[in-house]
């Protein structure tokens, strides 16, 4: 790997990846601006579903990245990566957001009744809401002084939900496809083989605490 | 930004104009580029040949709703035919594949003309009719559609099924060779429905070989597809390969795939949710929010006798 200056990490790529992660919003942005004119568009003729389906797979994707941050950087032998996992579970968060706001919004247009129906009714939704409400407080405690206030201990703590938050964000998508269907399974496939290295450090440093 | 009230009150001319299409290439395209997730990538790329659709001549028929129709991009463009793939663009990408001429419907079963039949033997292009349907898809998005073809009745008595039939299955091809989605086990192929004799025997139930007054692009299911407009439209079988009389109840592709989700019937129904959709309320593509379902799909005239004193909670 080139040695990248830390100052060039911090206001060169930083902020381009600020940029790029907005991108895939901005397009929906975007495609909606002439979706609710009528005008045709990159959603299609369902704009509703599309949209709903298109953030809630950047949502999956950025929970799935921001969980290979940290296995790049020991690939790398590097700790630099490390300074993007915040903004990228932001961005999971922020893309979660998003897909909730469509279902509400765009989608059932505040039918609170249904909505509320739907989150009781459809296993699936269930799943989902429940993976955004652990999303939501290490969203807020994301920051240095959440940090300091927490204790690197418990913060420490707490932010392993994304370990189960990811795995439920896998489920809802593939509940929500009709039949067995391939994209779902992919995504569960990631999911897996990010953890298996961080089982196996766990399992070797239980060995190493309890002498044989 | 659009205004609080309903949009079924919308004005017609605020309608989503003709020139509504799906571009969901983009979508997959800036989708794809994280993880290259498009769902059926590696499909050997051949040569993409596509038919000409015929024009088809037809009377008109008493069978038409007076409701805007749905445009014929997007009926021709959003569509689900899982044989093709499971997005709803992979259809009309990928249905090219499928040869469509010449076509033999193999007919078994308890019936006395048992026997492969040419489609022209089955359907009478000399007296096909066009009938406006509204199609209510189970995902609560619904269309409007003017098919061409003929009522399925006269043909199954054409077909002569014994006493005993009391269900007529159908079956949908399967050929990996043309058909690019079989590759994965999304279901049990070939895909199945079913009627009951009764219910393929109603007016209603018709054998669509066009619409839009031409034959039927690939993607909707030629040459030869179901239309049974007050069932979801996954009961209107694309595509159809064998018609089989039987005594005993089909197993329906969804059946098998999901038997706590799908029934046998799946009659539309606003007051039966499905496990994974309210029913109450469909998007008609076009519109912006979503409008009440109607019972039967607002056939309930024309089928609803059929279920007298049926319990339609446990027989959905």
């Known amino acids: 790997m080139p040695k990248v200056p830390m100052n060039v990490l911090r206001f060169g790529l930083k902020p381009l990846a600020f940029v790029a992660?907005?991108?895939?919003?901005?397009?929906?942005?975007?495609?909606?601006?002439?979706?609710?004119?009528?005008?045709?568009?990159?959603?299609?003729?369902?704009?509703q579903e599309a949209s709903n389906r298109f953030t809630g797979d950047w949502a999956l994707r950025f929970l799935l990245l921001t969980l290979a941050v940290t296995p790049f950087s020991k690939l790398i032998k590097s700790p630099k990566p490390i300074l993007f996992r915040?903004?990228?579970?932001?961005?999971?968060?922020?893309?979660?957001?998003?897909?909730?706001?469509?279902?509400?919004?765009?989608?059932?247009?505040?039918?609170?009744?249904?909505?509320?129906?739907?989150?009781?009714k459809r296993t699936y939704i269930t799943v989902g809401m429940a993976a955004l409400l652990l999303l939501i407080p290490l969203g807020v405690t994301s920051t240095k002084g959440w940090i300091r206030r927490m204790g690197s201990r418990r913060w420490r703590k707490l932010h392993m939900a994304i370990y189960a938050i990811a795995p439920l964000a896998v489920i809802h998508f593939f509940m929500m496809?009709?039949?067995?269907?391939?994209?779902?399974?992919?995504?569960?496939a990631i999911y897996l083989a990010l953890m298996v290295p961080r089982v196996k450090a766990r399992l070797v440093t239980r060995r190493r605490a309890s002498p044989a | 930004m659009f205004r609080r009230s309903s949009p079924w009150q919308e004005k017609e001319s605020e309608v989503t104009p003709q020139s509504v299409y799906l571009n969901r290439r983009q979508i997959m395209t800036g989708a794809g580029a994280l993880f290259g997730l498009t769902a059926l990538g590696?499909?050997?790329?051949?040569a993409r040949e596509t038919r000409t659709l015929a024009p088809l001549k037809a009377m008109k028929s008493d069978f038409d709703p007076g409701e805007e129709l749905t445009p014929e991009s997007a009926v021709?463009?959003?569509?689900?035919?899982?044989?093709?793939?499971?997005?709803?663009?992979?259809?009309?990408?990928?249905?090219?594949?499928?040869?469509?001429?010449?076509?033999?419907?193999?007919?078994?079963?308890?019936?006395?003309?048992?026997?492969?039949?040419?489609?022209?033997?089955?359907?009478?292009?000399?007296?096909?009719?066009?009938?406006?349907?509204?199609?209510?898809?189970?995902?609560?998005?619904?269309?409007?559609?003017?098919?061409?073809?003929?009522?399925?009745?006269?043909l199954i008595r054409k077909l002569a099924p014994q006493s005993g039939a009391k269900f007529v299955r159908f079956e949908t091809l399967a050929d990996k060779s043309q058909m690019p989605g079989i590759r994965w086990p999304v279901i049990d192929w070939p895909y199945v429905e079913g009627l009951r004799m009764d219910e393929a025997l109603n007016p209603l139930a018709f054998l669509a070989v066009g619409l839009y007054g031409k034959e039927l692009p690939n993607q909707n299911g030629a040459p030869v597809r179901l239309v049974v407009p007050w069932k979801y439209g996954f009961k209107s079988i694309k595509s159809i390969v064998r018609i089989s009389f039987t005594d005993d109840m089909p197993r329906t592709a969804w059946m098998k795939s999901a038997p706590s989700e799908y029934g046998f019937y799946s009659n539309v129904n606003p007051e039966v949710d499905h496990p994974r959709?309210?029913?109450?309320?469909?998007?008609?593509?076009?519109?912006?929010?979503?409008?009440?379902?109607?019972?039967?799909n607002g056939y309930g005239e024309w089928v609803a006798d059929l279920y007298r004193g049926m319990d339609l909670q446990k027989n959905y």
């Open chain 2, 42 to 46: 590696g499909i050997a790329a051949s």
């Open chain 1, 86 to 120: 915040r903004m990228i579970g932001l961005y999971a968060l922020f893309y979660a957001v998003a897909h909730v706001t469509s279902y509400v919004w765009l989608d059932l247009y505040f039918a609170w009744g249904d909505i509320w129906a739907d989150i009781l």
């Open chain 1, 21 to 47: 992660m907005l991108l895939p919003f901005l397009w929906l942005a975007y495609s909606w601006y002439f979706a609710f004119q009528g005008l045709p568009n990159g959603l299609g003729v369902n704009p």
């Open chain 2, 76 to 154: 021709t463009s959003y569509n689900n035919y899982y044989e093709f793939g499971t997005n709803k663009d992979d259809p009309a990408a990928e249905a090219w594949r499928l040869k469509v001429k010449p076509w033999t419907v193999k007919v078994d079963g308890m019936t006395d003309k048992p026997g492969n039949y040419a489609l022209e033997d089955i359907v009478d292009y000399n007296a096909l009719e066009e009938r406006i349907y509204r199609l209510r898809c189970v995902e609560a998005w619904s269309m409007v559609i003017p098919w061409l073809g003929v009522p399925l009745a006269p």
């Open chain 2, 277 to 296: 959709w309210s029913q109450a309320r469909e998007r008609r593509i076009g519109e912006f929010g979503r409008r009440e379902t109607l019972m039967f």
């Open chain 1, 177 to 188: 496809r009709k039949g067995i269907q391939i994209e779902p399974l992919v995504y569960g």
